[in-house]
């Protein structure tokens, strides 16, 4: 009978323990960024209503935009705002550097052993990991224009050029954009002149500056556009609201957005923002970015579906063929450059 009461209590102490600790995972709110308000929809889709279910743990999400989140975190180094900053343009390089972000141990994300060894390669310095990666290529519109537009250097012709659209510099895709078309015509980030004078062009001529995938589509569909520099999501779209459009890869490199989750340093819920991380690498996590964004998983069990297999790259050596440029450079020199850039359009 004394044996039966203390196993008893045992249980009783066991389920007291994990009510206590389900009420302090309600009780506890992560902060994490999102790029953009459209991003925010699929993130909380894919991985936040997830989390949430499984936790108890709420989440906020706050919209702000690499740069912008790289500069807060700056801002508020003593005492930081997020738990969570996603990255897309290199800006983790910085961040870990300057100490605002922690290091993950490999043995506490569930999912290592399913992801590719590029994408958690610089947890030890604060990085990352990487959870998604997101090719930039060529569109245009094949009803007027039926050749195909496969090189970077023939994007800047100036005879098209009233008839193009570039994603803004300050997007992460957009400095990623000029800084692919700069190499294409023989420049590097040591020196962007062959880029600054092909966009100082293609502006005299007409050329169209968009800040989102949206405002891409709509200068598609009113005509006023025919070729861009683009995701293969924004081509997707275009195709399902029937404007016949062909997405193709530039001869001379494809550029790319690598998407990082990073743990903020200096923030007291770090073991349930590591698991939100973790979440993130899953499979159906995964699989569900890729049906809603068309961009590469870093989880070798995802498959892409036959549609979108020959635009978005699949495992560590089509990922390593992909341009990416040096987050830190970019970083150090990303407000002049902005600046050129703005001076080349006349803005």
Same mark, same amino acid.
């Given at each position: 009978?004394?044996?039966?009461?203390?196993?008893?209590?045992?249980?009783?102490?066991?389920? #007291?323990?994990?009510?206590? /600790?389900?009420?302090?995972?309600?009780?506890?709110?992560?902060?994490?960024?999102?790029?953009?308000?459209?991003?925010?929809?699929?993130?909380?889709?894919?991985?936040?209503?997830?989390?949430?279910?499984?936790?108890?743990?709420?989440?906020?999400?706050?919209?702000?935009?690499?740069?912008?989140?790289?500069?807060?975190?700056?801002?508020?180094?003593? /005492?930081?705002?997020?738990?969570?900053?996603?990255?897309?343009?290199?800006?983790?390089?910085?961040?870990?550097? =300057?100490?605002?972000?922690?290091?993950?141990?490999?043995?506490?994300?569930?999912?290592?052993?399913?992801?590719? *060894?590029?994408?958690?390669?610089? #947890?030890?310095?604060?990085?990352?990991?990487?959870?998604?990666?997101?090719?930039?290529?060529?569109?245009?519109?094949?009803?007027?224009?039926?050749?195909?537009?496969?090189?970077?250097?023939?994007?800047?012709?100036?005879?098209?050029?009233?008839?193009?659209?570039?994603?803004?510099?300050?997007?992460?895709?957009?400095?990623?954009?000029?800084?692919?078309?700069?190499?294409?015509? *023989?420049?590097?980030?040591?020196?962007?002149?062959?880029?600054?004078?092909?966009?100082?062009?293609?502006?005299?001529? *007409?050329?169209?500056?968009?800040?989102?995938?949206? =405002?891409?589509?709509?200068?598609?569909?009113?005509?006023?556009?025919?070729?861009?520099?683009?995701?293969?999501?924004?081509?997707?779209?275009?195709? =399902?609201?029937?404007?016949?459009?062909?997405?193709?890869?530039?001869?001379?490199?494809?550029?790319?957005?690598?998407?990082?989750?990073?743990?903020?340093?200096?923030?007291?819920?770090?073991?349930?923002?590591?698991?939100?991380?973790?979440?993130?690498?899953?499979?159906?996590?995964?699989?569900?970015?890729?049906?809603?964004?068309?961009?590469?998983?870093?989880?070798?069990?995802?498959?892409?579906?036959?549609?979108?297999?020959?635009?978005?790259?699949? *495992?560590?050596? /089509?990922?390593?063929?992909? =341009?990416?440029?040096?987050?830190?450079?970019?970083?150090?020199?990303?407000?002049?450059?902005?600046?050129?850039?703005?001076?080349?359009?006349?803005?």
């Amino acid at each position: 009978m004394p044996q039966l009461m203390i196993r008893l209590n045992t249980i009783l102490l066991s389920c #007291l323990a994990l009510a206590g /600790a389900a009420a302090q995972a309600h009780a506890q709110t992560l902060v994490v960024t999102a790029f953009d308000e459209a991003y925010a929809a699929v993130h909380r889709k894919c991985v936040v209503d997830r989390f949430e279910d499984e936790t108890g743990a709420k989440v906020d999400i706050v919209v702000a935009s690499s740069t912008t989140a790289l500069a807060q975190l700056r801002a508020n180094k003593e /005492a930081p705002i997020y738990d969570v900053v996603h990255f897309a343009g290199g800006q983790e390089i910085p961040a870990s550097r =300057e100490g605002l972000l922690s290091a993950i141990s490999e043995s506490t994300l569930g999912n290592q052993d399913e992801v590719y *060894g590029f994408a958690t390669n610089m #947890l030890w310095r604060g990085r990352g990991p990487t959870y998604l990666v997101e090719v930039f290529g060529l569109i245009h519109n094949t009803l007027n224009n039926t050749a195909d537009l496969t090189s970077w250097k023939a994007l800047t012709d100036p005879s098209i050029a009233a008839d193009v659209i570039l994603p803004d510099i300050e997007t992460d895709g957009g400095m990623s954009v000029f800084l692919m078309i700069n190499k294409a015509l *023989g420049g590097d980030l040591d020196n962007i002149a062959p880029g600054l004078e092909a966009v100082t062009a293609m502006a005299a001529g *007409g050329a169209k500056v968009a800040k989102t995938g949206l =405002e891409v589509e709509k200068a598609f569909t009113t005509g006023s556009v025919h070729y861009a520099a683009q995701t293969p999501n924004t081509a997707y779209d275009l195709q =399902e609201s029937s404007v016949p459009v062909s997405f193709n890869k530039g001869t001379e490199g494809t550029p790319a957005k690598y998407y990082t989750a990073n743990l903020v340093a200096n923030r007291p819920n770090q073991t349930l923002a590591i698991r939100l991380i973790d979440l993130t690498l899953s499979r159906p996590v995964q699989s569900c970015f890729v049906e809603a964004l068309r961009v590469a998983p870093v989880n070798e069990n995802v498959s892409l579906p036959p549609a979108i297999a020959a635009d978005v790259p699949k *495992g560590p050596a /089509a990922v390593e063929g992909l =341009e990416r440029f040096d987050g830190a450079q970019v970083d150090a020199n990303r407000a002049q450059w902005v600046k050129l850039w703005r001076d080349a359009w006349g803005k």
